[in-house]
């Protein structure tokens, strides 16, 4: 897709979220989404877990949310290494195969001899407001089953948005943060490869659920360019769920996740947990969401060391 068609989307996609509704209903356990009250609860519950992230309020005019609070905007955790590509010339086919889940998900299945190096980045690593505005009354949410269409340029094309996203679109399968938190990267030789990402995480409030997006620096601590950035990201999901954004709290060029399929896939992971016989809090949202979105971004090597359980 073109830069030029990214930037209609990206520009229709703010039309259309400012005009949506805040949701004030939770929809948590029907339809695997957060109103911005469970965001903000959800989020304060990663910050308390893991000291690596905190929230930030926006640098860029305008750009403020009403319905979060000035101080909790995003969440953001910096300096999160990424030491080999998921392709290019730094990555290997004899150190890391990638293995179809037999949902529609890729899954890295890397070698090693699971010992993390000292560099390994542990997302709870870490040395130890105002009240939200008042949100706009909630319409109907868009439906799970067909995720609303992305703008493409005043087109409207439900079929080939379908397409677009639905390598996100059946995920089932129970045993994916058990699989993902037993990951371990094998780092390339010398530390001309090691990387830095900023991951932040935003209230999308059109698709609402939580956003990912994220901004990478070479060694040298340069940012990267789009195109630089998609080598740490499965090739699966370049350009179709994973594209070139501008973020909007502070305007600086990343990557983003789409959300379109976050909240089914959510509501998939929180049904398979519970039907283990246990329930799952709302508070503890973003840990198991980050987990799922560790399978696109697999390179970028934040660890798990917070379990996820249901609560009995």
Not at 2 to 21: M, V, Y
């Amino acid at each position: 897709m073109s830069s030029f068609l990214q930037g209609l989307q990206s520009r229709a996609k703010d039309i259309r979220e400012s005009l949506t509704p805040a949701l004030s209903t939770s929809a948590f356990e029907t339809r695997g989404v957060l109103t911005p009250q469970q965001f903000v609860s959800a989020g304060d519950e990663l910050v308390a877990s893991c000291p690596t992230w905190e929230w930030a309020g926006s640098t860029k005019d305008g750009s403020e949310r009403s319905y979060l609070p000035k101080g909790k905007q995003f969440l953001v955790t910096r300096g999160v290494p990424s030491k080999t590509r998921c392709r290019g010339k730094d990555f290997s086919p004899s150190a890391a195969m990638m293995k179809d889940n037999g949902e529609g998900w890729m899954i890295e299945d890397v070698a090693g001899d699971g010992q993390g190096s000292d560099d390994d980045f542990d997302l709870c690593d870490g040395d130890d407001k105002p009240p939200s505005d008042a949100v706009a009354k909630s319409e109907t949410p868009p439906s799970t089953s067909t995720p609303p269409p992305t703008t493409s340029g005043g087109g409207d094309d439900d079929d080939d948005d379908d397409d677009e996203y639905a390598d996100m679109d059946d995920f089932t399968d129970p045993s994916l943060a058990s699989d993902l938190s037993s990951l371990t990267v094998t780092p390339s030789p010398g530390s001309s490869t090691l990387r830095r990402y900023d991951v932040m995480i935003s209230y999308d409030k059109y698709y609402q659920t939580p956003r990912v997006w994220l901004l990478g620096y070479a060694p040298s601590g340069t940012p990267l360019t789009g195109q630089e950035m998609f080598e740490d990201v499965m090739e699966d999901y370049v350009n179709r769920t994973v594209t070139i954004e501008k973020f909007p709290y502070t305007g600086e060029v990343v990557i983003s996740i789409h959300p379109c399929q976050h909240g089914n896939v959510m509501k998939n992971i929180v049904d398979n947990m519970k039907s283990g016989g246990g329930e799952v809090r709302v508070e503890s949202y973003m840990m198991v969401f980050l987990k799922f979105v560790s399978s696109i971004i697999p390179r970028i090597n934040y660890d798990f060391t917070v379990g996820v359980e249901a609560a009995k």
